[in-house]
């Protein structure tokens, strides 16, 4: 999932955590505020931060119920548990192999372009979606809206009851009120992003549907990464992350924006994908994959891999690593 690191995060909101948690503890105390609406103290933090309230009210009248099974899955989540290497099977990889010669002529341009190989752009879309197949179902808006209620400690109570005894031991009461404390903060700011995308016409971004983590499209675009680097691969005027040539650009543009070069050492490299996800495993599969791609592209025509490709050769130790 791309977005955690990108400068809009680092962008503080106006209001203070105390006045923030107060405000929203008078909100949701307020006499069948929280009955009627459960995201009322949510809506009333975005007014006080200066959102426009047409479009306040045109993403929180299709808000569905709280979505907390979202929430505690992001506490349940081991990244030593996910399994990266099936990624790396030759079935998956042949499939990926397949799409980029589907694609071959605009994941050239658009590599061209950015100076992204095509080979980074289909390994980052077949780890995100499986290369546009499984993009998600949850309510984006939603689970943005009830990662924000977790300012809330009654909130936050929910969630630790849902977790198992092993998940409450690993995170601590103290570690995982901090946790989500932090991710109420990005959720309201990733909510700003929203609105701030349906003032520039996309209407349609109150019903998007993504990951539990609230990412859309084939790039897994979190809204600030939409709206920061979000490109239109295709010229049509429109960023459409579902579109294949504005998901290669959009991913291109990313990559290039946080230093991406086709000739850099490995681990320079390792560090450009974790902007996308910060996470080591993520990185070395991508890194992988894309090799093992340009490779057996090179295999089928019977010719080395191109000059100026990313590094060939991962340090032994990685290679091995799990």
């Not at 003032?199 to 084939?218: F, H, I, Q």
Request: proline letters at 6%; aromatic letters at 10%; hydrophobic letters at 45%.
């Amino acid at each position: 999932m791309v977005g955690w690191f990108v400068p809009w995060h680092r962008r503080k909101m106006s209001l203070s955590w105390a006045v923030a948690a107060a405000l929203l503890w008078i909100a949701v105390e307020a006499d069948g505020a929280r009955a009627a609406d459960p995201f009322f103290g949510v809506r009333k933090l975005l007014e006080a931060e200066g959102c426009a309230p047409p479009s306040l009210e045109m993403v929180f009248s299709d808000m569905e119920h709280p979505v907390y099974g979202n929430v505690a899955l992001s506490m349940k989540v081991r990244e030593s548990a996910l399994n990266y290497d099936a990624f790396l099977e030759p079935t998956v990889l042949a499939r990926a192999r397949a799409f980029w010669n589907t694609h071959e002529e605009t994941l050239h341009q658009i590599g061209s372009t950015y100076g992204v190989d095509p080979s980074v752009i289909v390994a980052v879309l077949l780890v995100e979606t499986r290369l546009g197949e499984n993009t998600g179902t949850h309510p984006v808006a939603t689970t943005l809206a009830t990662f924000a209620l977790m300012l809330d400690p009654a909130e936050r109570d929910r969630v630790w009851q849902m977790l198992s005894e092993s998940d409450r031991a690993r995170w601590t009461r103290s570690g995982f009120d901090a946790k989500l404390q932090q991710r109420a903060s990005w959720a309201l700011r990733e909510l700003q992003a929203l609105l701030t995308l349906v003032e520039k016409g996309y209407t349609d971004a109150a019903r998007w549907r993504g990951s539990y983590m609230a990412a859309v499209g084939w790039p897994q675009f979190l809204p600030s990464s939409l709206l920061h680097y979000g490109a239109d691969g295709d010229g049509d005027g429109v960023v459409d992350l579902y579109a294949p040539p504005d998901a290669f650009a959009s991913i291109a543009r990313y990559l290039k924006a946080n230093g991406w070069k086709n000739d850099a050492p490995w681990d320079q490299q390792e560090k450009v994908i974790r902007r996308y996800n910060n996470s080591r495993p993520y990185a070395e599969t991508i890194l992988k994959a894309a090799r093992r791609l340009r490779e057996s592209r090179a295999a089928a025509a019977q010719e080395p891999a191109p000059h100026g490709a990313p590094v060939v050769e991962a340090p032994a130790a990685r290679e091995t690593s799990s």
